[in-house]
């Protein structure tokens, strides 16, 4: 079979040696004669599995003392809620910078319509289709918190820096988390979908500060409260047990190629080969603000006079393995995901593409 350049968004590529590990859980899981998808949760094997993980978390991101890490059930798109829910009392301060950025706010409003409170939008890029990150606003030192995306996934920008602020500082790293290193106690909390850079889609992990919790009265389902699932170490209801067991084999990997600075450095290389020759090539230009290009989506138009050329590309591109690259359609054209997982020989396949069919016309 002709090799295949996994480009999708998300759920999207892991590792080839990841996939066999979790194959072969699947067949017999820790030598316990079963499979990883029939043992108990609450098992030694995967107990261990579970703390392994944990651990790896915070070892590899460098996590200080104070924090703790949960695997969660319902996605990023829970959090949107939870986390106004467990943090936001008097207002809340958020940016929008696109679609993922824009469904935390609406989930905001629900909770200051239930229980009180301000959201406060900053700023947002709406008005060029998320096309840049906003530069000029300030964070109130008097907010519960302030929430940004650090990636957006579908429109193709990111902020790649830690913000400074008196504020305690919350972020969707969904589509970012290990792909660079990152200074954790800046942070109050840090949550993700596991699905674009760590495991199958299934389970939602969160790094939060044990301080910034219960700072106010509020009755918060069982469910809903962070405190229920640190105390039951991510065991208070049923975990995703085999997406944690493929999480915990990524981390794994993360850690035997040498962590988060190797990590990045594969990154920025394999972004910058890709955003060159969309800078050199005449058929296509890139959607995003040079300055807030993402190192994990790339995403990228055919320009104006070659727009009908646009799904005979697709077309080529595909008859040469490249796999995920349609445009999400909120943009259009093409995108290409360069998660961890992505190697360097699946961009210069693609960039070998994209010389050919501009040579071809
Ligand atoms: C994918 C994604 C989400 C949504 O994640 P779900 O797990 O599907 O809820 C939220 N935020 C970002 C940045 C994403 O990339």
């Known amino acids: 079979m002709m090799k295949k350049h996994n480009f999708y968004a998300g759920p999207s590529i892991l590792n080839q040696g990841v996939i066999k590990n979790a194959a072969d859980a699947v067949m017999n899981f820790a030598g316990t004669g079963l499979s990883v998808l029939e043992v108990s949760h609450r098992g030694k094997e995967f107990t261990a599995v579970i703390e392994e993980a944990a651990q790896l978390f915070k070892e590899l991101l460098d996590i200080p003392e104070g924090y703790e890490v949960i695997f969660l059930g319902g996605g990023a798109s829970l959090q949107f809620y939870m986390v106004p829910l467990n943090l936001m009392h008097k207002k809340a301060a958020y940016i929008n910078t696109g679609t993922w950025a824009t469904n935390a706010i609406k989930q905001a409003?629900?909770?200051?319509?239930v229980f009180g409170g301000e959201v406060e939008v900053l700023a947002s890029s709406e008005d060029k289709n998320f096309t840049y990150i906003p530069k000029n606003f300030v964070i109130p030192e008097d907010v519960d918190y302030f929430h940004y995306t650090s990636n957006n996934t579908i429109y193709g920008s990111e902020i790649r820096?830690?913000?400074?602020?008196?504020?305690?500082?919350?972020?969707d790293m969904s589509s970012d988390i290990f792909s660079r290193p990152v200074d954790i106690s800046k942070y109050d909390l840090i949550y993700g979908g596991a699905q674009k850079n760590l495991a199958p889609?299934?389970?939602?992990?969160?790094?939060?500060?044990?301080d910034a919790l219960g700072r106010f009265e509020r009755p918060i389902p069982t469910m809903l409260d962070y405190n229920t699932h640190i105390k039951k170490e991510s065991m208070f209801n049923t975990p995703p047990?085999?997406?944690?067991?493929?999480?915990?084999?990524?981390?794994?990997?993360?850690?035997?190629?040498?962590?988060?600075?190797?990590?990045?450095?594969?990154?920025?290389?394999?972004?910058?080969?890709?955003?060159?020759?969309i800078d050199r090539n005449k058929l296509f230009r890139g959607?995003?603000?040079?300055?807030?290009?993402?190192?994990?989506?790339?995403?990228?138009?055919?320009?104006?006079?070659?727009?009908?050329?646009?799904?005979?590309?697709?077309?080529?591109?595909?008859?040469?393995?490249?796999?995920?690259?349609?445009?999400?359609r909120s943009v259009g054209g093409f995108r290409a995901s360069l998660y961890n997982a992505l190697e360097m020989d699946s961009v210069k396949a693609l960039v070998?593409?994209?010389k050919e069919f501009e040579s071809k016309h």
């Open 287 to 328: 959607t995003v603000a040079t300055e807030d290009r993402s190192i994990m989506n790339v995403c990228f138009v055919m320009n104006d006079e070659y727009k009908e050329l646009e799904a005979e590309f697709a077309t080529f591109a595909a008859e040469r393995g490249m796999i995920g690259i349609k445009g999400h």
């Open 161 to 171: 820096k830690d913000f400074d602020c008196k504020a305690r500082l919350v972020c």
């Open 109 to 113: 409003g629900y909770v200051s319509k």
């Open 201 to 210: 889609a299934g389970v939602t992990f969160v790094i939060v500060k044990k």
């Open 352 to 354: 070998d593409a994209m």
């Open 241 to 277: 047990v085999f997406p944690i067991y493929v999480a915990l084999q990524t981390l794994k990997w993360y850690k035997e190629l040498g962590g988060l600075k190797v990590l990045e450095k594969r990154n920025l290389d394999k972004a910058e080969l890709l955003y060159n020759e």
